[in-house]
């Protein structure tokens, strides 16, 4: 017993985990590392840079934000896998960060710019013009920027103004000559207006595609907005605010009502980060700035280039269509294996269970379900819970017609999911007017379960078809992220759907479930009770084996248990996208774990749990991560695979998944990632691809 306790405090040790905002800038790492992989076309290349630029704005207005707030709250316990402090975690993720977005940077100018040029594609600065453009673009200034722009002066009368979170601006220094000495320097900011395209296309010439910058015409032209004035420099910077909302739940007699007003004030949080156009800033200025925003020196990052590289999302859509050699082959999502084209789902899904895997097979029959669900006479009510939807959801429309059509409709809409609820704000109050019952989540707790209940009459017997799904029920990112759902009719999925849905709109305990498992807290304690068996089965047997997928690993419970697993000879592969604070392995704590990280042309996002339990397998799926957040602060949904066919086909996946050479970076024991190392011999296996020409295949065969 002593030596059980002595190796479980061994367990505990800091350095044993990876901290969990330095996990997840290895990931963004590994993001922008794809721009470097020449296997990627070069358009695509591009959007790998925006991605990495877009996670990293998120990871400032919240992960660092957050940081920084415990700072100024003289809160100095640390954190407790890793055991860093605040203060410690924000001077790591300064450094890291520094060096990432340096990275960011060169591949930007010094690979993909060239290699834009090489395919008669450029990116051009106003003293490149010629003369002729020159007219063109002034025009184009007088014409269409001018009107927008707006000079804020600064001055005793006119303080520094508020601006807005992620905006881009100008600080302008100018001289007024007929002032007295003292007086003759004054400073304006002008935002470059978000309305207007960040970038503009040049007339061709030769054949060559060419753009100029937003920022850079405004810079060239800004005397006309100072006339009588000198331009003495133009500065481009850009601010990213505390973006986290606190939204005081319990004394909130209206959750929506709370929502919108913090919504407000989101744009104006403090700020946290200063980036800088290296090239031509004012360093008074930047002296200036930094008093102004209050923002310390390791905050502010230099740019070599432009600054918010996510505008090149737009550059991607801009060129996509009229250069198809520099992007991905277009895929196009199936037919699911399991459901015939012309087949009535309702009676396909009441004789077996159907499974779905997007984006290779495709989402229109989770929106068909629904939609013939609202159509469908027979059907009496739809339950569906919403965290993230499509900006026109077809899943939406669905909802309001089955109201209108008189059917019983309870949506939950997650208002809470973050960066999102302005959307679900919006789309909740388009469902009440439409008839539906919407309800908001539960206090202190966000809904992130993916799940829809349709209950129909037929013959006079009550039927329940229910969903059960890893990712959101949003027909847009359907295509790009990897997830799986399952559609099932079995009677006691159905009354677990029914007493879930009771449980989040009325006042009741949580229920006893017969096949689902619900956080908070019960999937952790099955997560448990599952490795524990694993151990008892490798003692017996010797061959213990857990293979888990999912976006991100950081609940040290788990985390420890996992260790124990692996001391006692369980070979455990996990395949963690993002952030990972277990350490794979050390000797004598994880030398029988490997940690991998797919990072390819699709977001993993399914999350897929094998247990081997001596050949009775067990494969759940679920919406939950490993996270504490959702053991603890979510309702999410674990449910286990029981039709021996779909069972087959998801570990199929895993070893799919497991076998990637190409897209797969593996963790070493010390947290660093490296490409899997493939052998002279070996043929090149891209899971995702292989998983697109598996689901093509089928419907030839089919056909």
């Known amino acids: 017993m002593n030596t059980l306790n002595k190796n479980t405090i061994e367990l505990q040790s800091p350095k044993y985990y990876n901290n969990r905002e330095l996990s997840w800038l290895a990931f963004n790492k590994r993001v922008v590392e794809e721009a470097f992989d020449v296997r990627n076309p070069l358009l695509e290349r591009l959007k790998f840079l925006a991605i990495f630029s877009s996670n990293l704005d998120e990871f400032f207005m919240v992960r660092v934000a957050g940081l920084k707030d415990q700072v100024k709250a003289d809160f100095n316990k640390p954190e407790n896998k890793a055991g860093m402090t605040p203060k410690q975690q924000l001077n790591h993720i300064g450094l890291k960060t520094h060096e990432l977005v340096k990275l960011q940077y060169e591949v930007y100018n010094e690979v993909l710019l060239p290699k834009l040029n090489e395919e008669n594609i450029e990116f051009l600065k106003m003293e490149d013009l010629t003369k002729d453009q020159l007219i063109k673009i002034e025009d184009y200034f007088d014409e269409h920027i001018f009107p927008v722009l707006t000079p804020m002066a600064v001055d005793a009368y006119r303080p520094f103004p508020m601006l807005l979170n992620k905006s881009l601006n100008l600080a302008i220094v100018i001289e007024d000559e007929d002032e007295i000495e003292e007086n003759r320097i004054k400073t304006a900011i002008v935002q470059v207006p978000s309305v207007i395209k960040r970038f503009v296309c040049l007339d061709s010439i030769d054949e060559r595609v060419q753009f100029i910058l937003l920022e850079d015409i405004i810079s060239y032209f800004i005397n006309k907005l100072f006339k009588g004035y000198k331009v003495v420099s133009v500065s481009v910077f850009r601010i990213t605010r505390n973006a986290d909302m606190t939204i005081h739940e319990e004394g909130a007699r209206d959750l929506l009502k709370e929502i919108e007003k913090e919504l407000k004030k989101r744009k104006w949080g403090a700020a946290v980060r200063l980036e800088i156009q290296h090239k031509g800033f004012d360093q008074n200025i930047l002296r200036y700035l930094t008093e102004e925003l209050e923002i310390h020196g390791k905050d502010v990052y230099e740019i070599d280039g432009p600054l918010d590289l996510t505008l090149l999302f737009g550059f991607y859509k801009e060129l996509a269509g009229i250069r198809e050699n520099l992007v991905y082959e277009t895929l196009i999502p199936q037919p699911p294996r399991d459901l015939a084209s012309d087949e009535d789902i309702f009676e396909k899904v009441s004789e077996r269970d159907v499974f779905l895997h997007h984006p290779y097979e495709s989402f229109e029959p989770v929106v068909e379900f629904i939609s013939d669900a609202a159509n469908d006479p027979d059907v009496l009510a739809i339950k569906q819970t919403l965290y993230r939807v499509s900006g026109d959801s077809p899943i939406i429309e669905a909802l309001k017609r089955a109201a209108e059509n008189g059917k019983q409709v309870t949506v939950l809409v997650e208002l809470k999911a973050r960066f999102d609820e302005e959307n679900n704000v919006q789309w909740a109050k388009e469902l009440e007017k439409a008839g539906c019952h919407v309800i908001y989540g539960m206090t202190h ?259």
């Open 445 to 703: 707790l966000k809904t992130h379960s993916k799940i829809t209940l349709v209950v129909r009459r037929k013959n006079n017997r009550i039927e329940r078809f229910v969903h059960l799904g890893t990712g959101n029920y949003n027909d847009q990112t359907a295509k790009i992220y990897t997830d799986m759902g399952l559609l099932t009719s079995k009677r006691k999925f159905g009354i677990d759907a029914t007493n879930f849905f009771n449980y989040l709109s009325g006042y009741t305990e949580k229920p006893e479930f017969h096949h689902l498992s619900v956080a908070p807290f019960d999937i952790r304690i099955d997560f448990i009770r599952l490795i524990d068996e694993e151990i008892n089965f490798h003692k017996r047997f010797g061959n213990g084996r857990i293979i888990a997928k999912m976006n991100s690993l950081t609940d040290k419970v788990i985390i420890t248990k996992f260790y124990e697993a692996s001391n006692v000879g369980v070979k455990i592969d996990l395949i963690v996208r993002g952030t990972c604070c277990l350490r794979p392995g050390i000797k004598g704590v994880s030398e029988n774990i490997k940690v991998r990280s797919i990072v390819g042309r699709f977001l993993e996002h399914s999350r897929i749990y094998f247990f081997h339990h001596n050949g009775e397998e067990k494969t759940y799926l679920s919406s939950a991560d490993m996270m504490t957040r959702n053991m603890e602060k979510r309702v999410e949904i674990l449910f286990p695979i029981y039709d021996g066919d779909i069972k087959k086909r998801v570990n199929q996946i895993l070893a799919s998944e497991l076998a990637d050479n190409c897209k797969t970076r593996e963790q070493d024991a010390n947290g660093d990632y490296h490409y899997v190392v493939r052998g002279t011999d070996d043929p090149i296996i891209d899971s995702q691809l292989l998983l697109f020409e598996k689901a093509y295949r089928v419907m030839e065969d089919e056909e």
